[in-house]
């Protein structure tokens, strides 16, 4: 299976990075202001292609993760979540099927094809191991 293929860069505007930011503090219910070292690496995790919903389904994953006491709060830090390898990596395992697949139906054999002569010997064969055992239980 290959894996999928990284984001690749797209422009980013100021409004696209304010949107960002007022989602993440939405989500987390923060009020952080939004200077330029903000800015700047919230430019640089967009341009990289993550969208609003990659941001909202991170969010809420590490969320779960840190109610279930998997993941330590400080994952949601801005300063954190906000760094390229760790993005991606953390969205990935949001990602993570956590059970297999169901199995597939098991492929049929190949039925081997028979002749009428071999078919009628296999019947013969069958009755009298039939015969055979009637007559060993009576």
């Known amino acids: 299976m290959s894996e999928p293929a990284p984001p690749s860069a797209v422009p980013v505007d ?3 990075i304010a949107q960002a930011h007022q989602l993440y503090c939405q989500l987390t219910g923060q009020r952080l202001r939004l200077a330029f070292d903000r800015e700047r690496m919230w ?7 993550y ?3 990659d941001l909202r389904t991170l969010i809420t994953y590490l969320q779960r993760e840190i109610r279930a006491q998997r993941r330590n709060v400080g994952a949601l830090k801005l300063s954190n979540l906000l760094q390229p390898d760790r993005f991606e990596e953390d969205l990935q395992i949001s990602r993570v099927r956590l059970r297999a697949p169901p199995p597939s139906p098991p492929a049929q054999p190949a039925t081997p094809v028979l002749s009428v002569q071999e078919r009628q010997q296999g019947r013969q064969r069958a009755l009298e191991c039939l015969r055979q055992i009637k007559a060993a239980l009576r």
């Open 43 to 49: 430019y640089e995790l967009l341009r990289l292609g």
């Open 14 to 16: 100021a409004a696209a």
């Open 51 to 53: 969208s609003l919903q």
